[in-house]
């Protein structure tokens, strides 16, 4: 398994007031063998501005920057997804049967992001960093074990996750003679929710079109991680239900304790 990269960066500033920055990235990956996309490429643009230094802020704002960025990133899938695998059964001394269905067309994973932002400097001793970023995840590839033909199983890649958040942070410095202070608080919030799974996906023998609204992932026991479409990454479910009475309410055993009379 190998990857070979081109990277090139590009950065232009103007006037110590305006910075671009240009990247791009392409990807031959050994994980895409057989597959109709031979490489991907992904690229980022990221511009900024320092507004203090283009108008006239009031006194107490000592340094201001808005920043904003896009990005697309891009992975391959696991290998051996676009060939046919066998496994060796030594009990048998043979090959068993194929294991899941060769998909050709497979393409890799991406991710679609941007972000805005702003750094300031305020009454000599204060720092403020504020973040907002949506990123979006797309085809990404599944296993529902649902069985083709000859094959066992088939993946199948459809599905887009978004995250979106907000990082807040707030410095305090100051030095007096030979003590320097520092301090600060920070406040961050992270989204996730699966927009689709399998919508309108294509079964590669009879060409049917079939769509899937929720797949398990497995799990411990009675619980288990459903993928939901509404839901986010990382839900677990649990297969156990509360007890409950003749109404449907859910059943409360009452403990009362007794003490004994103390005696004199």
Do not use: C
């Not at 907002?132 to 199948?156: C, D, H, S, W």
Request: aromatic fraction near 12%; charged fraction near 20%; proline fraction near 5%.
């Amino acid at each position: 398994e190998q990857t070979q990269s081109i990277f090139a960066s590009v950065e232009v500033g103007w006037k110590s007031m305006l910075y671009l920055t240009l990247t791009g990235r392409n990807d031959w990956a050994s994980q895409l063998a057989n597959s109709s996309t031979s490489s991907f490429f992904y690229p980022s643009v990221g511009l900024s501005g320092v507004i203090s230094e283009m108008v006239q802020l009031p006194a107490f704002i000592d340094y201001m920057k808005v920043r904003g960025s896009f990005s697309s990133v891009g992975m391959p899938y696991p290998r051996n997804l676009t060939s046919p695998t066998y496994e060796y059964d030594e009990t048998n001394q043979g090959w068993k049967p194929k294991t899941h269905y060769p998909i050709g067309d497979l393409k890799p994973e991406r991710t679609n992001s941007f972000e805005v932002g702003m750094n300031m400097r305020f009454l000599k001793n204060f720092e403020l960093d504020v973040t907002y970023y949506n990123a979006k995840t797309m085809n990404q590839t599944f296993n529902p074990e649902l069985p083709v033909g000859e094959y066992a199983r088939i993946y199948i890649q459809t599905g887009a996750v978004r995250n979106q958040g907000l990082e807040l942070a707030l410095n305090y410095n100051n030095t007096w003679k030979d003590f320097t202070w520092n301090t600060g608080v920070t406040y961050s919030m992270n989204k996730n929710k699966i927009l689709t799974l399998a919508d309108n996906a294509i079964n590669p023998i009879t060409h049917d079109k079939f769509s899937i609204s929720s797949l398990n992932m497995g799990g411990l026991g009675s619980t288990r991680f459903i993928l939901k479409e509404g839901g986010s990454m990382g839900d677990i479910y649990s297969l156990m239900d509360l007890k409950r009475d003749a109404n449907g309410a859910v059943y409360i055993l009452s403990l009362i304790h007794i003490s004994e009379p103390t005696r004199q």
